[in-house]
């Protein structure tokens, strides 16, 4: 009889059992929604990316609808080849107006848009400056590239300098960090990286994948928050978070988009989103400048839920965002306080190695703005309640 080829795969599954960080998939029944229901159990949902709770808001499925209803529900081809609908090209428009920048493309993800960019812009002659904790698809894009990859510790703009003096200078060079990080809350050095850029001649490139729809004016994100227009040459968010939809965009000059039509390769050899996808992002810009008060929400909760974590003794590293890690240590441990918030009604996924590093597992939290104050209330008693169970706090 024929072994099986892939035995090693439910060897490793195996092992991590052993190591208690195996996880089942927690099966939602109806809306992403601040209170939602998985696995059948009705919890406080603090694990979703959904800051605005735009992926239930009436205007963005009143305009899904409206274009499935006009257009069909996909667009049929790349969008090289057929796949270019109106639409695209319209959400590409609003999305430069919003972000102030000259052109945007968008790709079919946030994963694909930093992977796609990053690996067509640069070749094996040039090198990447990266911070330590910057997200998997950089990572990706970076050696998909054939660059040479050099990596400073998390935030230090010092090292960075370092590596840069010391690298000769014909090399075309890409300094790249997350706008918003996405396991620790916390934001990047965007002001000194974008100095440091200047001295050497850096592309500039930033990841603002957590701090579109949150951060600066209207939810531009990171760059508008910290002033940095202009200074910042590929700009990269998602349409899959806070604008509630899916998708990913590069914003940056007419000639870097035109050159990402032409080379990055999600774009070239993967399907356009469909119509009402599209439709739905619109809607989402619109909801930005007319409901402000939604981000302003947001924040209020982030900084209730946040004073009462630390109140109650919880590790929540550096978090300047509605990200918030309660840093735990050992994997097994984050998944035990995961497991006995989820019994209790609060659904807080925990994260562990090699998500994070292996001492600094955690249960990683996220806010909305459609979370109730008795909602983040009850979250906060659960948390106190299973913290002193299992010796925590
Ligand atoms: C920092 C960061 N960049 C990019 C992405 C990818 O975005 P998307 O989910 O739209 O593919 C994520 C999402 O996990 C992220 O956290």
């Known amino acids: 009889m024929r072994t099986d080829p892939l035995s090693y795969l439910q060897t490793e599954l195996n092992s991590l059992k052993d190591q208690g960080i195996y996880r089942t998939l ?5 809306e ?5 229901t998985f696995d059948g159990r009705s919890v406080v949902n603090l694990s979703s990316n959904n800051y605005l709770g735009l992926t239930t808001h009436p205007k963005l499925r009143q305009k899904a609808i409206e274009a499935i209803e006009q257009f069909g529900v996909g667009s049929g081809a790349v969008r090289t080849i057929a796949g270019t609908m109106e639409i695209h090209m319209e959400l590409e428009r609003r999305l430069a107006a919003f972000k102030k920048t000259e052109a945007v493309v968008v790709f079919q993800s946030g994963f694909t848009a930093n ?8 070749s094996k002659e040039d090198i990447v400056i990266s911070d330590e904790l910057n997200h998997a ?19 230090d703009t010092d090292a960075a300098r370092k590596i840069l003096q010391d690298l000769p200078a014909g090399p075309r060079k890409l300094l790249i960090t997350d706008g918003v990080f996405s396991m620790d809350g916390d ?7 974008c100095a440091l850029a200047e001295e050497y001649g850096c592309i500039m490139m930033v990841d603002d994948a957590h701090a579109s729809g949150v951060f600066g004016a209207n939810g531009r994100g990171t760059i508008d928050h910290f002033g940095m227009h202009g200074r910042v040459d590929i700009q990269v968010g998602t349409l899959s978070k806070a604008i509630g939809s899916l998708g990913g965009y590069v914003a940056g000059s ?8 032409h080379r990055a390769r999600p774009f070239l050899f993967s399907t356009s989103h469909p119509p009402s996808v599209a439709a739905s992002c619109i809607a989402a810009l619109d909801v930005l400048q007319e409901e402000p008060q939604l981000i302003e ?6 900084r209730f839920f946040q004073a009462g974590l630390r109140q109650l003794g919880f590790n929540t590293g550096l978090s300047e965002s509605p990200i918030t890690p309660v840093i735990v240590g050992e994997g097994a441990r984050a998944m035990a306080l995961s497991d006995r ?21 955690r249960v990683r939290t996220i806010v909305t703005a459609t979370h109730t104050r008795e909602d983040l209330q009850f979250a906060l008693d659960v948390f106190a309640q299973v913290g002193r169970e299992l010796a925590i706090i």
């Open 297 to 302: 929400r947001l924040w209020e909760n982030t």
């Open 115 to 122: 992977a796609g960019t990053v690996s067509s812009i640069l």
């Open 26 to 30: 927690r099966e939602l029944s109806g």
């Open 187 to 193: 934001l990047g050095a965007l002001p000194s990286l």
């Open 32 to 36: 992403q929604a601040a209170r939602s």
């Open 254 to 261: 007419r000639a870097l988009i035109d050159f990402l039509y």
């Open 137 to 155: 698809s950089i990572i990706d894009g970076c050696r998909l590239s054939r660059a040479a990859i050099k990596v400073f510790p998390h935030k």
């Open 341 to 361: 918030l989820f019994q209790k009604g609060v659904f807080a996924m925990g994260i562990a190695f090699p998500t994070v590093a292996k001492d600094k597992a």
